[in-house]
């Protein structure tokens, strides 16, 4: 170093630059806890149920083998599993399971759609201020217990409940109708409970859709159901693809509905999860039908998230 | 634009909103039944709700639904504000694609998986480093918190995308300080959705059935944990009861919220009008 230099050296702006960044600012840990909770309490454990999955059911506490084993070298050994894996693809109560989920998933998905498109599309060209007050109706049953209201169900659909004494008594059958305790029932709990996670986001696009478009398509000459064919459809898939999304992805998983209101022909992969876990106490096996239903699962949660990242980036 | 409102529509509406509240409806109207069976009406008594309030199991899984709801709720809001900042200011921040996802994850996983989840963590935790000690009212606490933060994050993206930010850019150019921009300028606006998102978190831990089923310990059974242990060895008039009390505060609860919502931001409006005006 030259002696010349000044003795107290002016600090270049770079070391500040860097010595800024290293104390944390405002922006930074704004990001950084919400961040940090979602992966220690959302991420990680998905990591801790593939392990899991790949280990054996012991009689212990935990009540699984260990993955790693420390033998003589530094680095633990792995002894991965695979058996659980082995034992969902050769008992076919499992592919079974998944497979009628997905259907009952689907057919529900439909039958929301059926039922929301036309609703949404009905508020959406309502007055101004009825369209609030249609809105918070739609909202309003989501924010009553889902539990008790597909136990409202149970009353319903019962062979001396109200739905049979109706029909009982107006003479449009003469035998009760078996509904609770089967797939009919089942669908109509799950139509009943995920029809206003179909109609928010059906709402959401249909309101922006500029009434222009429509009417240059009738002035042109198209028919009205022909316009709305080529002009509303169209524009409003992504709505229709983010309600179904919202709807099909957690009732393949559902478990509460198909508990109350489905019988034994139903059988749901949430469902067996679930005995998996608290009847047969097989915590692996349960770990393994988890990471099934993940990898099921992974093509349209993708979707979703591509959409939402879309729809979130349009935003700012 | 000239609105032609289809019969077959309004009457396709009226059938989806009776559809959606003739359950609740006959749900609330068979809680004043006399009779033990919940669909042979014999006469109207209050005695169910006698029978609610004498019943100590249920007294005080709902107490502890309560307070893992709000403890849920405070926390998920403070979170999910944070990430909906984020996710609506921050632009490009690095990792903002496995943050996006991180987000919206929890609104469409199945609970079941999440719950699974979250209890195979705290078992491994507790097994490897000792926390958490057991299983209790903070484990469902973080797993609400988990899932309800998404809400929150995504509830308040977009109030702040949908927010005039000449509002905040003139309150800087004033000389405030960011932090004083966001307490005095930026949290006001976007109260509301604070609001929402509190009340959202609350109803959906109060709610949750599998998650906690999963996570809980004993000694702190939730509401719906006792809820489900009693319809799985039938149905009673008093779950009925009960549904009415939840059904009854939640509606007073919402349209008071809206009305005050509504009320305050037609006054705050009007303020910056009038100031625009006045500033002009």
Redesign the interface.
């Given at each position: 170093m030259s002696t010349r230099a000044p003795a107290v050296p002016a600090r270049p702006a770079w070391v500040m630059a860097r010595l800024r960044r290293l104390v944390p600012t405002?922006?930074g840990?704004?990001?950084a806890?919400?961040?940090a909770?979602?992966?220690l309490?959302?991420?990680?454990?998905?990591v801790?149920?593939l392990?899991?999955s790949l280990s054996q059911m012991v009689i212990a506490?935990?009540p699984y083998t260990s993955l790693f084993v420390w033998e003589d070298g530094l680095l633990p050994a792995v002894r991965p599993y695979f058996g659980n894996y082995g034992w969902l693809f050769q008992d076919p109560l499992y592919w079974i399971a998944y497979l009628s989920s997905v259907k009952i998933a689907l057919l529900s998905t439909l039958g929301c759609l059926l039922?929301?498109y036309?609703?949404a599309?009905?508020?959406a060209?309502?007055r101004p201020t009825a369209r609030a007050l249609?809105l918070?109706?739609?909202v309003?049953?989501f924010?009553?217990?889902?539990?008790?209201?597909v136990?409202?169900?149970?009353?319903?659909l019962?062979n001396?409940?109200?739905l049979n004494?109706a029909l009982l008594a107006t003479g449009i059958i003469d035998q009760p109708l078996n509904i609770l305790h089967s797939n009919a029932a089942v669908y109509i709990g799950i139509v009943?409970s995920y029809?206003?996670f179909m109609i928010l986001p059906l709402y959401a696009t249909l309101e922006k859709l500029n009434?222009?478009l429509l009417?240059a398509a009738t002035d042109l000459g198209a028919r009205p159901w022909k316009a709305f064919v080529t002009v509303t459809l169209p524009l409003s898939l992504p709505g229709i693809l983010a309600g179904s999304?919202?709807v099909f992805?957690?009732a393949?998983?559902?478990?509460?509905i198909p508990a109350?209101l489905g019988g034994p022909e139903t059988l749901m992969i949430?469902h067996v999860?679930?005995d998996e876990?608290?009847s047969n106490r097989d915590?692996p096996v349960?770990?393994t039908v988890?990471i099934v239903?993940?990898v099921v699962?992974v093509a349209p949660?993708v979707l979703?998230?591509r959409q939402?990242?879309r729809a979130?980036e349009a935003?700012? | 634009?000239?609105?032609r409102?289809s019969p077959w529509?309004?009457t396709?509406?009226a059938f989806?909103?009776a559809?959606?509240?003739?359950?609740?409806v006959?749900?609330i109207v068979?809680s004043f039944n006399e009779s033990d069976?919940?669909?042979?009406w014999t006469g109207f008594s209050t005695k169910w709700y006698a029978r609610l309030l004498e019943d100590e199991q249920i007294l005080s899984a709902a107490y502890t639904s309560l307070r893992v709801a709000v403890t849920t709720a405070c926390i998920a809001v403070v979170?999910?504000t944070?990430?909906g900042?984020?996710?609506?200011?921050?632009?490009r921040?690095k990792?903002r694609?496995l943050?996006?996802?991180?987000?919206?994850?929890?609104?469409?996983?199945?609970?079941?998986?999440?719950g699974?989840?979250?209890l195979?963590?705290f078992?491994?935790a507790g097994?490897a480093i000792g926390i958490p000690e057991g299983r209790g009212m903070d484990t469902i606490v973080?797993?609400h918190?988990?899932f309800c933060?998404s809400y929150v994050?995504v509830v308040v993206?977009?109030r702040l995308?949908s927010m005039d930010r000449s509002v905040e850019e003139a309150a800087q150019d004033l000389g405030a300080p960011?932090?004083k921009v966001?307490f005095t300028v930026t949290l006001p606006i976007i109260a509301p959705a604070l609001i929402a998102g509190w009340?959202l978190s609350f109803?959906l831990s109060?709610?949750d059935?599998?998650i906690a089923?999963?996570v809980s310990g004993p000694g702190a059974s939730t509401l719906?944990i006792v809820?489900?242990s009693k319809?799985r060895l039938g149905?009673s008039p008093m779950?009925n009861a009960?549904?009415t009390i939840?059904?009854a505060i939640?509606?007073v609860a919402?349209v008071i919220t809206?009305i005050v919502m509504t009320r305050q931001e037609r006054r705050r409006d009007a303020e910056v009008q009038r100031a625009l005006r006045g500033g002009g």
């Amino acid at each position: 170093m030259s002696t010349r230099a000044p003795a107290v050296p002016a600090r270049p702006a770079w070391v500040m630059a860097r010595l800024r960044r290293l104390v944390p600012t405002g922006r930074g840990l704004a990001i950084a806890a919400p961040y940090a909770w979602l992966v220690l309490f959302f991420l990680v454990p998905f990591v801790v149920v593939l392990k899991i999955s790949l280990s054996q059911m012991v009689i212990a506490q935990p009540p699984y083998t260990s993955l790693f084993v420390w033998e003589d070298g530094l680095l633990p050994a792995v002894r991965p599993y695979f058996g659980n894996y082995g034992w969902l693809f050769q008992d076919p109560l499992y592919w079974i399971a998944y497979l009628s989920s997905v259907k009952i998933a689907l057919l529900s998905t439909l039958g929301c759609l059926l039922i929301g498109y036309p609703m949404a599309y009905a508020i959406a060209r309502a007055r101004p201020t009825a369209r609030a007050l249609l809105l918070l109706l739609v909202v309003l049953p989501f924010w009553t217990s889902f539990l008790l209201r597909v136990y409202a169900w149970i009353g319903i659909l019962k062979n001396k409940g109200l739905l049979n004494a109706a029909l009982l008594a107006t003479g449009i059958i003469d035998q009760p109708l078996n509904i609770l305790h089967s797939n009919a029932a089942v669908y109509i709990g799950i139509v009943y409970s995920y029809l206003p996670f179909m109609i928010l986001p059906l709402y959401a696009t249909l309101e922006k859709l500029n009434p222009e478009l429509l009417e240059a398509a009738t002035d042109l000459g198209a028919r009205p159901w022909k316009a709305f064919v080529t002009v509303t459809l169209p524009l409003s898939l992504p709505g229709i693809l983010a309600g179904s999304l919202l709807v099909f992805i957690p009732a393949v998983g559902e478990f509460v509905i198909p508990a109350l209101l489905g019988g034994p022909e139903t059988l749901m992969i949430g469902h067996v999860l679930w005995d998996e876990f608290f009847s047969n106490r097989d915590w692996p096996v349960a770990a393994t039908v988890a990471i099934v239903l993940i990898v099921v699962l992974v093509a349209p949660i993708v979707l979703f998230q591509r959409q939402q990242l879309r729809a979130s980036e349009a935003m700012t | 634009m000239r609105r032609r409102r289809s019969p077959w529509l309004v009457t396709w509406l009226a059938f989806g909103f009776a559809f959606l509240y003739g359950p609740i409806v006959l749900l609330i109207v068979y809680s004043f039944n006399e009779s033990d069976l919940v669909t042979v009406w014999t006469g109207f008594s209050t005695k169910w709700y006698a029978r609610l309030l004498e019943d100590e199991q249920i007294l005080s899984a709902a107490y502890t639904s309560l307070r893992v709801a709000v403890t849920t709720a405070c926390i998920a809001v403070v979170l999910g504000t944070l990430a909906g900042m984020a996710l609506a200011r921050y632009g490009r921040f690095k990792g903002r694609t496995l943050f996006t996802a991180l987000i919206t994850g929890p609104l469409v996983m199945p609970d079941i998986v999440i719950g699974l989840s979250m209890l195979l963590l705290f078992v491994s935790a507790g097994h490897a480093i000792g926390i958490p000690e057991g299983r209790g009212m903070d484990t469902i606490v973080i797993a609400h918190t988990t899932f309800c933060l998404s809400y929150v994050a995504v509830v308040v993206q977009s109030r702040l995308s949908s927010m005039d930010r000449s509002v905040e850019e003139a309150a800087q150019d004033l000389g405030a300080p960011p932090g004083k921009v966001f307490f005095t300028v930026t949290l006001p606006i976007i109260a509301p959705a604070l609001i929402a998102g509190w009340l959202l978190s609350f109803t959906l831990s109060l709610d949750d059935l599998v998650i906690a089923s999963f996570v809980s310990g004993p000694g702190a059974s939730t509401l719906p944990i006792v809820v489900f242990s009693k319809l799985r060895l039938g149905v009673s008039p008093m779950i009925n009861a009960l549904a009415t009390i939840i059904v009854a505060i939640v509606t007073v609860a919402v349209v008071i919220t809206g009305i005050v919502m509504t009320r305050q931001e037609r006054r705050r409006d009007a303020e910056v009008q009038r100031a625009l005006r006045g500033g002009g």
